[in-house]
Nanobody, 114 residues
Framework: QVQLVESGGGLVQAGGSLRLSCAAS????????MGWDRQAPGKQREPVAT???????VYADSVKGRFTISRDDAKKTVYLQMNSLKPEDTAVYYC????????WGQGTQVTVSS
């Protein structure tokens, strides 16, 4: 059974930074595509960043140049470094596993104040 546990969310002022972490278990992590989605109040969940098992990355246009996804296969952990945060980045952030993002964690709240 795949389990994903996110951490690192919080309240930050606009322009600030946060680093999210996601610890995975029950999965062959090194062979998995991992990602981060987010869902803002009243909006649909959207993909934010993806990293393949080979380390290739894809970002939503809204976060390009500000967010960086990375992974540590030895620790079975994926990270999302978020810089230059904006109020519109406020959302619950979910770690996802698999090409179809079919498994996700409980989420971690990120709130960016203006």
């Amino acid at each position: 059974q795949v389990q994903l546990v996110e951490s690192g969310g919080g309240l930050v002022q606009a322009g600030g930074s946060l680093r999210l972490s996601c610890a995975a278990s029950g999965v062959i992590f090194s062979g998995s595509t991992m990602g981060w989605d987010r869902q803002a109040p009243g909006k649909q969940r959207e993909p934010v960043a993806t990293i393949t098992s080979a380390g290739s990355t894809v970002y939503a246009d809204s976060v390009k140049g500000r967010f960086t996804i990375s992974r540590d296969d030895a620790k079975k952990t994926v990270y999302l470094q978020m810089n230059s945060l904006k109020p519109e980045d406020t959302a619950v952030y979910y770690c996802t596993q698999g090409l179809k993002r079919s498994t996700w964690g409980q989420g971690t709240q990120v709130t960016v104040s203006s």
